[in-house]
């Protein structure tokens, strides 16, 4: 077994890498990637080593990039799109809902949108506006479409190359917090199918689900409960479309509480999608409701004041003693 | 003559004009071929226009005025190129040997798609304005990639010309020397807005501005439209890039079934057109120059009655699909909202099961 | 007190009337809307009326009808988006999401960003790909925006003027498959806040919440389910975003029991919103899970089968069946 | 000389060309004074650039390079129009009378805002390429309703002049002969993407594809960027309809302060442009033509110095805001969640409570 460590830059630059190098059809495209290496470096030497007609610096036109991965679908490439930041997705909206994710529909199959759309997402990085967003929701809605996001080096990995090989247009979240993390890859074999919810912590009390970098935090809020005599188990909800229901399933059944954890406002978004499917799924087991915890419905902030917004260790903590308090 | 910049060969009179660029390179022959495509996709076209008006059809969007366009382009065509249409290029598909009965499906609103577009390297149509053009574009760079002698045909209207996708297409056509055809039919109209309110100068000068020649070209001269796309494919083919034919045409009907163009356009500019019709100087010039016997015209003209009817037939004949189908092709692999909404469906006993 | 007979699209057409007549900075702007009148003549006469100035055929471009509207706002005027159907609003995405709704925000509440932008959602009609969407979660989701539908040509012809005089951008949304239905539109006072959910039906058993063209429908499963004995209270959601929750919440602390109906599919969408929210509020009043009667999880089928993706009122009782069944 | 098609009114060595169409209407005040602002907008974008490396902003974009074409053209507005600027337009900003502290407090990430737009007729800096100008041509067309004599600036950069947004602006402008001026710095680069592949031929040609005039200038010559602006809004205003202008410049700097340019670009080309900055030319004219006296410079300097400091003061002054400020103008009329979000932030104890 062949473990090495790095970043999760690093581990979607080499996952890329072993992507462009096992098939021919795979192309990079995108703002910046090609001599810049992209502003967060991802597709660095990539262009060189691989040639400008294969990882393709893009003039600057989301839908375009969007549109024309299409027709490169349609003749059989698969490319991966880069989006600079997530609030730059939206140009593309239209591309996506109405060509990408109908298409292979539309075509009664004869088309394969064999295409990833990149997405480095949410914020803490301390960015100007519209290079903090959490818009996964939008696509996790839209039929046709599949959104995933890794939260650790190793399964950045091996994600994009799944995500690569996959035949349905998946929008892949980077959290870009998260990119000058370390963790151990394990260059071997993935640890999980792409849609599948990964255990991050067992615990007995209350279960934490998030995804991206929400996952870090859930972590840290577990550890914080640990020392305080609560067990909490964090499940990473890595497959946000569609949600893999059955390891969160189990561990309400076991646990009786939940809270979700996202940057993005909770209005109709993913934590809405989780309550209502194990309040389904759970009723009987539930001993609260599950509790979201999210950035507040207002526009991203000034991010001076970021840390307010986005969900901390204490409010996850404060939604845990809501739940736990809930029957007593 | 409408503009001294457009390119005609046959006026409406049937007679030949010589172009100092274009010469007709067509033989008897050929040119009856024309004819007939244009016969036959107005026939089919009336067709379908009437099964729609006795309920066959949920909507349909007619071509008349712009066969000569479509067919001109469509036989242009090489076989290997690639055309992506909108929801109104039935000579077009005509051309690429899709089955009139296929064109209707999704006007009989039994599916979402209608033929294989790989297989008549004719992509299904797109409805929301402009999205084709990149996809054309995009098509295109994969032709580069694979070092193919190819081009691709993009279709789209003078309205949809507005759209921010395809002025991004022309961008990147540009940026990449894509071997991509851009061909606007400027029927004057989309739905009630006229083109001039699309464009102060001529579309075809847009081209220019973005680093690729610009054409107009007279859309009801069947010959004109044949020359002008041919040479701007085989510029493609080549590596000579990117052009812009602006088709020069008029929707003589109404933008669909659905739309009444009397609340926005006067009879007398229908009227004007109606001199311009695309068939009668094809058919002019063959009596004239050819003396194609009248006897050839009739026998056209049933074959396209015999098409008709089999269009008829065949489209009364398409039943409603089984609901549980449109589980199918939603997504390309395994996904559990599909089983479990299958599963509801089949609970629910509207279906009688998947037939996969 | 003037009540008079009219169809919603009537309905709609003479509240845009009031409005261009009450303020001279109204403006209508969309394509076909002038001469034409519209595809669905919601605007029918108000150019020959009011003049090419203030009712403006524009070109085909969508986003371009959001961002002019965008500045036209800045320049203080209060301008009426009509996109012809739900499956165009997409190219607009990206002003709708990055301007219209975090401008007031961005601009420290200088500008005030009051336009609305109609939108004929929702299928039924037998139209072709793209004519029968259901993108109001998209919205409802976005911090900055407000989404509203009307369900009867009263609430039509009040909400679209009050949604024209109020401050924030509104998406507002209409039921185009009930532009032909008639009703009684009392011409003096609205029913109601524009931020309301309305209450359209008592009952006893379950809770039916929905909006748009789904309250018609669960008024007919309420019918039905009468005859079977089975009291019904059907909610109107009429304010999609915010949810004016306190209706819901005296409904279901009532019932028991609740069920939602929407045509957009379930994943992310107003349905979990409202299950989030009740399991939450009411939680010790669920004698069952709250549970979704939606769209499939695929694009819009062909519409010679589009019923059979739609709600039904089968559908709707299917889903009373299981949430009267749960506890028994 | 870069392009025969360019205005240059000033050579890089200060030597006054003429021009068939534009002269300089600036007498040695006038141009003195368009000189003092670009050596204080250029010491002032020093000063947040080493602010940024201090750690005292989140983020910079240098104007350097551009003070021509920004001075000339803020200049050239009068005070009633209105500009639209993206996030590098600090000149236009200056020109408009915006305090430079506020200019930067987007970028200390202590606001959204910065300053009121209404006030100074200077939009909200758009971020999203290409948004703005679709926001500029509506303000136009409520200029045309309002029937008053006022023009829109609209800015952008040769990157942003790929996106649909950007190019659906000039239909709409060219459709309504909207009072709009397009003013896109061509300063070579979009972050690493060099111009070449936005535009294959230079980009004021587009504007005429769409039917308005465009029009390049030496962006680096404050004079020539002044003339024509100037005569572009002042046709605007008066019912001229819409001009682009392409001003040729350069950013000299990096992209941002996050931007590392040695990885896409040479120096070569750098030190090419340094021979044709914008401030050395006006002052050998200064000089050469008006004898100004070395001691005005060095009072221009001296003033500049001292605005960089009070810039550097102020900006340390700005504070973390209450994070209660997030709820504030989210909405502009009462909003459940909100309030909601409000009354959980104040229980968890993180701020003080909103202090309105
Ligand atoms: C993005 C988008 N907006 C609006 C529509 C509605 N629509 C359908 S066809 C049409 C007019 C198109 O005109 P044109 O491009 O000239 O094509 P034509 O119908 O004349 O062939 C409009 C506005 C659409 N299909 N897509
Ligand atoms: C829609 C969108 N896509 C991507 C970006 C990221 N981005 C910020 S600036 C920039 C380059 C813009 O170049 P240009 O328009 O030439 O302006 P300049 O920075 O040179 O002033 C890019 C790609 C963005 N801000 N908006
Ligand atoms: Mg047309
Ligand atoms: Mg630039």
Not at chain 1, 250 to 271: D, L, N
Not at chain 2, 60 to 79: T, Y
Not at chain 2, 147 to 174: H, I, K, P, R, Y
Request: hydrophobic residues 40%; charged residues 25%.
């Amino acid at each position: 077994m062949s473990v090495v460590t790095m970043t999760m830059a690093k581990a979607l630059n080499e996952g890329l890498r072993r992507a462009l190098e096992r098939d021919p059809k795979v192309l990079l495209m995108g703002e910046d990637i090609g001599k810049l290496g992209g502003v967060f470096r991802i597709t660095d030497g990539l262009q060189k080593d691989f040639g400008e007609d294969r990882v393709i610096d893009a003039p600057l036109a989301e839908s375009a990039i969007v549109g024309t991965a299409v027709g490169l679908a349609i003749r059989g490439y698969r490319t991966v799109c880069e989006m600079q930041f997530d609030g730059f997705v939206y140009p593309a909206f239209d591309q996506i809902v109405s060509q990408v994710a109908k298409l292979h529909k539309r075509s009664d199959g004869a088309y394969t949108m064999g295409l990833v759309i990149r997405l480095p997402f949410q914020g803490g990085i301390g960015a100007i506006e519209h290079h903090s967003e959490s818009p996964e929701a939008y696509f996790a809605q839209t039929a046709g479409l599949r959104v995933v996001s890794c939260s650790t080096p190793n399964d950045a990995y091996w994600m994009i190359q799944q995500a690569i090989e996959h035949d349905d247009p998946i929008i892949f979240c980077e959290p870009k917090s998260r990119y000058w993390e370390k963790g151990e890859v394990d260059l071997d074999r993935p640890a999980h199918d792409l849609f599948s919810s990964v255990l991050r912590r067992e615990g007995t009390d209350v279960t934490l689900i998030g995804y991206g970098s929400s996952v870090k935090t859930m972590l840290r809020a577990a550890e914080t409960a640990a020392s305080e005599g609560v067990s909490l188990e964090v499940i990473d909800a890595s497959s946000i479309a569609p949600l893999d229901l059955a390891p969160m399933v189990a561990s309400v059944e076991k646990t009786g509480r939940f809270v979700t954890v996202q940057e993005a406002p909770h209005t109709a978004s993913i934590g809405s999608e989780i309550v209502a499917e194990l309040t389904q799924r759970c009723f009987y087991s539930l001993r609260a409701p599950g509790i979201r915890v999210s950035g507040y419905h207002v526009p991203y902030p000034a991010s001076r004041i970021e840390e307010d917004y986005r969900p901390s260790v204490e409010r996850i903590l404060d939604a845990v003693d809501r739940v736990m308090g809930f029957d007593t | 003559m409408i503009d001294e910049e457009l390119v005609q060969l046959l006026t409406p009179e049937g007679e030949r004009v010589s172009h100092p660029d274009y010469t007709s390179t067509l033989n008897s022959e050929e040119i009856f071929a024309l004819y007939r495509d244009m016969v036959i996709i107005r026939r089919l076209c009336n067709e379908a226009t009437s099964l729609q008006r006795q309920g066959q059809l949920a909507l349909w969007a007619p071509l008349q005025g712009q066969e000569a366009a479509q067919i001109g382009a469509g036989r242009a065509m090489a076989p290997m190129d690639f055309s992506f249409p909108t929801y109104r290029e039935h000579g077009i598909a005509w051309c690429r040997g899709i089955a009139p009965e296929d064109m209707l499906r999704i006007f009989r609103a039994v599916t979402t798609g209608g033929w294989d577009p790989q297989k008549y390297r004719h992509a299904v149509p797109t409805v929301v304005l402009g999205n084709q053009a990149l996809h054309a574009v995009g098509y295109a760079m994969g032709i580069q990639r694979d070092g193919a002698e190819e081009a691709v045909l993009a279709l789209f209207g003078d309205g949809a010309s507005s759209q921010g996708d395809t002025l991004e297409s022309f961008v990147w056509a540009a940026a990449f020397n894509a071997p991509v055809v851009f061909f606007c039919q400027n029927n004057q109209w989309g739905i009630s807005t006229p083109s001039s309110l699309q464009f102060k100068v001529p579309l075809y000068r847009r081209a220019e501005g973005f680093g690729f020649p610009g054409i107009r070209v007279d859309g009801n001269d069947v010959l004109a439209v044949y020359e002008v796309t041919k040479r701007a494919l085989e510029n493609a083919r080549v590596g000579g890039g990117p052009t812009m034919i602006e088709a020069y045409t008029y929707r003589m009907g109404a933008h669909t079934t659905s739309d009444d163009p009397t609340r926005y356009r006067v009879d007398a500019e229908v009227e004007v057109w109606k001199h311009r019709d695309p068939l009668a100087r094809v058919k002019a010039l063959l009596t004239r120059e050819y003396n194609t016997k009248s006897s050839a015209f009739d026998d056209v003209v049933a074959e396209a009655e015999s098409l008709a009817l089999k269009l008829r037939v065949d489209v009364l004949a398409m039943g409603r699909p089984d609901p549980i189908t449109m589980f199918e092709n939603a997504y390309a692999a395994e996904h559990p909202l599909i089983e479990e909404g299958r599963r509801e469906m089949i609970e629910l006993g509207v279906s009688a099961g998947s037939p996969a």
